[in-house]
């Protein structure tokens, strides 16, 4: 028996891509209060998505508040002429652009909230109320720049990551001095110094130096990360103490912090399934209210005894409360807040979908190795079998093992080192996915591969079988090395549990959420892993098409399931989950990252809880923010039925309940439970 010495620096892959959203610089945020098709236009953004024009400056705003605060003393004082000039000109300097705007929506039939405006301070002149007009749009106009600069704030607040990140880098000349450059114009493969103490410019690989790095800026980690060479270093993260070479791997366009920044923009653009109700709620409420406020000012005067002024008043009031503004601005300030602070705190959520889709769920699904375990897994134990020579057969399992990606054959591959040939002489190697690797060596075919694929040469004798019951006791893996004739040699491979694994599935627990493994590695080493885990159910040697099959039965048994993985072999179940969560450490795979809805940048577990909790609690914020527009405009409704409502107290609470909701939402930003 020959016990591998386990190496204290496992190899790290960081060739792989990352999804292709990777590809290209961050693009700016979609609008987060642009309406849907059809959907009606709420909000008069100064970016202008709708075409309105930008909102005037706080100076002209403050000059309309003062005029309108005139119009409304002339009035007062019964000076009509002054009092009509300055509500006129506080109109020009606040409310001209929304006024125009207005009327080219009624031109087009569009009934929004500058539509609304429009047809509320033209009556308001009509029937002699150019005070309450004049202050009505001032007001309005003062309330949408400061929502709008709240909303900006929400949409944006993911783009200020990228400040981490430094402009200039020092680059390794020929001569063995650094020059500074430009960050952007580094190419790739070049030699870079990070003094202690200074930020990671770009994403790259440890060449020399050890230090410890702080990346929680990026991934999440609350502690430090200890970098040696080979491992990976991502711009925005600080180096600590020890001076670092690195070998740049991305430009900054395509670095990790650039990637996550534009990905959640490209989230933020996505609409939540509660979104996309408010704004065809909304596209359907508008007009029913419109029409009521016409039926109230020609019916009220021959059924509630009212003047045709009283009746045209209260109509005008029941337009302004009737915007829908708060009501459709209270969905994505709630959904981009929440994207915002998974990110911060190194969760990718892919949209509102994914984010409300989790909430749901009732079993998550986890794959074993690289995402139950850390994924590094140690050669610790290995021997020949039967008449093979270990010499001989540790050079082959090594030129199989060093042309596989998959983390059991890295670890063979490392630990079998020492053993290695002068040359790789594997021809046609091949994937046997969810069984191993097969090649041609010394014109003889040989595999190294699982229990099953040696199960289905037929190859397994009872002694053999024996010895591999001994090591899956001990939660180990085996991998056996074997021609199209005999078992040549067995790899016992230990991959230890990643550290907060058992604390994850208790708090999933906890959360009424049952963690099942789903796994292609033996029964027996599955069962002990999961066992570790404190995971009751745990299924091993299942194929990737056997684990979608798995994840069927438990969506149909239990319902909504998700999927944890960070392999290819994940890639299918992880598609076809409610929810797929793919790890993001270095060992991941781009086809993993690229088909989950969520990816854990930072590899901790207890991530998925904490978005299960951050789902329900963005659910609950959301509802939140949908009674309290709804419900104030109940009242205001009910007050211009009545006779009592006025058109500036009824813009006051518009305006307010959109501010309140804005706020309510970006409470999120700052949410600790993910």
Not at 68 to 84: C, N, R, T
Not at 172 to 188: E, F, I, K
Not at 427 to 435: F, N, S, T
Not at 559 to 585: E, Y
């Amino acid at each position: 028996m020959n016990q591998a010495k386990p190496s204290s620096h496992p190899a790290h892959d960081h060739g792989h891509d990352h999804g292709s959203h990777a590809q290209g610089a961050a693009a700016p945020a979609a609008s987060a209060c642009s309406p849907a098709p059809g959907a009606s236009a709420c909000c008069g953004c100064s970016s202008d998505p709708h075409g309105h024009g930008a909102l005037p400056g706080w100076p002209r705003i403050a000059a309309a508040l003062l005029f309108a605060a005139g119009a409304e003393a002339a009035h007062w004082a019964q000076y009509d002429v002054p009092g009509m000039l300055l509500a006129v000109a506080a109109i020009a300097l606040a409310g001209l652009g929304v006024y125009r705007a207005g009327l080219k929506d009624l031109a087009r039939l569009r009934l929004g909230i500058h539509a609304l405006m429009a047809v509320a301070v033209t009556g308001a002149f009509l029937i002699g109320q150019w005070p309450e007009a004049a202050m009505v749009m001032a007001l309005y106009v003062a309330a949408e720049r400061i929502e709008d600069g709240a909303m900006e704030r929400a949409r944006h607040a993911i783009r200020s990551l990228l400040d981490l990140a430094p402009e200039t880098a020092e680059v390794l000349q020929p001569d063995g001095s650094t020059a500074r450059q430009n960050a952007a114009q580094v190419p790739l493969g070049a030699t870079l110094r990070i003094a202690p103490g200074a930020r990671v410019p770009l994403d790259g690989t440890v060449t020399r130096g050890e230090s410890a790095v702080n990346q929680a800026p990026i991934t999440g980690e609350s502690q430090l990360a200890d970098k040696t060479p080979g491992d990976a270093l991502y711009a925005g993260s600080v180096n600590q103490h020890g001076e670092l070479f690195m070998q740049v791997t991305a430009p900054a366009s395509g670095t990790l912090l650039a990637r996550i920044v534009h990905a959640v923009e490209q989230a933020q653009a996505s609409r939540a399934p509660t979104q996309r109700f408010v704004d065809r709620f909304a596209a359907v409420y508008t007009p029913i209210v419109f029409v009521l406020a016409v039926l109230l000012a020609l019916l009220a005067p021959a059924v509630l005894g009212w003047s045709w002024a009283q009746a045209a008043y209260q109509a005008l009031a029941l337009l302004v409360i009737a915007c829908p503004c708060a009501l459709v601005i209270s969905t994505p300030v709630t959904v981009v807040s929440a994207l915002t602070a998974a990110a911060q705190r190194g969760v990718l959520i892919k949209g509102g979908s994914a984010l409300e889709a989790a909430r749901g769920l009732r079993v998550i699904a986890l794959d074993k190795t690289g995402t139950l375990t850390t994924g590094n897994p140690t050669l610790v134990a290995w021997e020949a079998v039967g008449s093979a020579a270990p010499a001989h057969a540790a050079a082959l399992a090594w030129q199989l093992a060093s042309r596989s990606d998959h983390p059991v054959s890295r670890a063979i591959a490392q630990g079998l080192a020492a053993e290695a040939p002068p040359t790789n002489t594997v021809q046609d190697l091949r994937a046997l996915p969810g069984r191993g690797v097969e090649g041609r060596m010394d014109g003889q075919r040989h595999v190294l591969g699982n229990l099953r694929l040696v199960r289905e040469m037929q190859l397994l004798t009872p002694a053999l079988e024996a010895q591999l019951r001994a090591h899956e006791q001990q939660g180990r893996s085996v991998t056996l090395l074997a021609s199209d004739s005999t078992v040549l040699a067995l790899f016992a491979v230990a991959d230890p549990l990643r550290t907060h694994a058992g604390e994850a599935m208790a708090q999933l627990q906890a959360l009424g959420v049952r963690p099942v493994v789903l796994s292609g590695d033996n029964a027996a080493t599955v069962a002990a892993v999961a066992a570790e885990a404190g995971i009751a159910d745990a299924r091993g040697g299942l194929l990737p098409q056997d684990k979608l099959d798995a994840l069927g039965a438990l969506q149909r048994e239990h319902g909504p399931t998700g999927m944890a993985g960070d392999g290819i072999n994940d890639a299918p179940a992880l598609a076809r989950a409610d929810v797929g969560f793919a790890m993001g450490g270095a060992h991941s795979t781009g086809m993993a990252m690229e088909t989950a809805a969520v990816v854990l940048m930072n590899d901790d577990l207890r991530r998925i809880p904490g978005t299960l909790r951050l789902s329900r609690q963005a659910h609950a914020v959301l509802w939140q923010n949908i009674a309290l527009a709804l419900g104030v405009k109940a009242v205001f409704f009910a007050l211009a039925l009545t006779g009592q409502a006025s058109m500036w107290m009824a813009v006051a609470a518009d305006m307010g309940v959109s501010l309140l909701v804005v706020a309510n939402g970006m409470r999120l930003r700052w949410w600790k439970g993910i």
